[in-house]
């Protein structure tokens, strides 16, 4: 479903994350700016304050729009007043709280801290007047939305990605339950939310894909590096790199001519770089930290194969459908994948990419192998990418159908709903 002259939008939508700006969730600012592009008034509830010292531009151009958390003790008149105002709500969502996250004592108590600074933030929201709530990841922000939504009256919806169903529950059962609309990336996790009686929701269970800014991503075939491989992702064990660093050792000892850009940060960083000692590829392997978006985007346009090497971690932990695969394959990019969770809904195996196992780096090298010797091949392999991609991941299109889901639930005949 998109958004046409008939169907009903809501004016006033309320975003709710866990951090606004971050980094990593680019998809998120390009979710918003295409809400705002169709007339909507955005507001995001931000439930940390700014921490990251590298802010994309264009969540930069938000920021305007945040609403963020104060001090506690500044915040204290506003939510004793709060829970007057709904002594029963308040108690309600205390209670189902406490019976559903009591087991997990760390959730519990983040989640009574993100339920705190809602109830803070309820005077701005009030002011605001909403006429929808919609959370990203059935953690933390699905907990406020869906705690607001009890309070208010005002209809939430919520998207699930990838670690917070994966391996997270909170409380996913009775917000999946309460939801006027519940959303998720890929069929995959369709299949996994079944395990908390998904199927029953018929129409209300949506799959929206994280889309990447098709417009701003131009076919690139020719004007490539011939050697030059590239990857985009946190250091974090769900990626992959430490299957991935062992591959490129094979291609050194094989005597395969490349260079590596690995474009990122994380709690691997130690790990990888003590593993590319090992494997004697320090001179063909760069670790380059985060950088902004034109720069990935640069390197992107130079890549002669982008690796994304995703991996299941024995704690059940992995990707959803990653986007920056998503925005190598958007510019004719040739790509190397593996089978985990959604990635063979966006790599179609010797269709538009090539797909391995995970965490087998010999099936890794050979397919690096194969790709950076094979110029017709990846030049086959990045237009059937980039036609999938503006098919099913252009995350304008992928907004307007989101917009569309929550503007027939949002809108009676009598009119939109607004908050108590």
């Known amino acids: 479903m998109t958004v046409s002259r008939s169907t009903p939008t809501p004016d006033r939508v ?21 809400f705002v592009e169709r007339g909507v008034d955005v507001r995001i509830l931000s439930l940390k304050p700014p921490s990251e010292t590298l802010v994309q531009k264009r969540a930069g151009a938000l920021m305007d729009r945040v609403i963020g958390p104060r001090h506690p003790l500044a915040e204290l008149p506003t939510v004793l007043l709060e829970v007057l105002r709904h002594p029963i709500g308040v108690l309600v969502v ?30 701005a929201i009030r002011r605001f007047d909403p006429q929808w709530l919609h959370a990203h990841w059935a953690t933390y922000p699905s907990t406020v939305a869906w705690a607001l939504s009890k309070l208010t009256g005002v209809p939430f919806s919520f998207t699930a990605h990838a670690h917070d169903i994966f391996v ?28 908390w009686g998904a199927e029953q929701l018929g129409e209300r269970l949506q799959v929206v894909h994280c889309g990447v800014d098709f417009a701003e991503l131009p076919e690139n075939l020719d004007a490539r590096a011939d050697d030059h491989l590239v990857t985009v992702g946190r250091l974090d064990p769900i990626k992959g790199f430490d299957t991935l660093i062992p591959a490129l050792g094979l291609l050194k000892r094989r005597g395969v001519r490349f260079r590596c850009t690995v474009i990122g940060e994380g709690p691997q960083r130690r790990e990888l770089e003590a593993q590319i000692a090992a494997e004697d590829v320090a001179d063909r392997v760069a670790l380059v930290g985060a950088k902004p978006q034109e720069a990935v985007r640069a390197a992107l346009n130079d890549a002669t194969v982008f690796v994304m090497p995703s ?40 269709r538009n990419g090539l797909v391995v196992p995970p965490g087998d780096a010999r099936a890794l090298a050979d397919a690096l192998q194969r790709l950076l010797g094979d110029e017709a091949l990846r030049h086959r392999l990045g237009l059937a990418a980039r036609a999938l991609v503006a098919a099913e991941f252009d995350a304008r299109h992928e ?22």
């Open 168 to 195: 997270e529950d909170q409380l996913v059962a009775p917000k999946l339950a309460d939801a006027a609309l519940a959303v998720t990336i890929s069929r995959y996790n369709v299949r996994f939310l079944a395990r």
């Open 311 to 350: 991996v299941t971690t024995p704690e059940g932990n992995q990707d959803g459908i990653p986007v920056a695969l998503m925005e190598a394959m958007a510019t004719a990019g040739a790509v190397v994948s593996t089978q985990v969770s959604g990635i063979p809904e966006l790599v179609h195996h010797e």
């Open 14 to 34: 309320l975003y709710l994350v866990s951090l606004f700006p971050c980094w990593s969730e680019t998809f998120i600012v390009r979710e918003i700016e295409r």
């Open 94 to 123: 205390a209670a189902q709280l406490l019976l559903g996250l009591w087991k997990q004592p760390a959730a519990l108590g983040k989640s009574a801290i993100a339920v705190w600074r809602g109830l803070a933030a309820l005077p």
């Open 399 to 420: 907004a307007d159908r989101l917009l569309a889901q929550i503007g027939v639930r949002c809108v009676a005949p009598e009119g939109l709903v607004h908050a108590r």
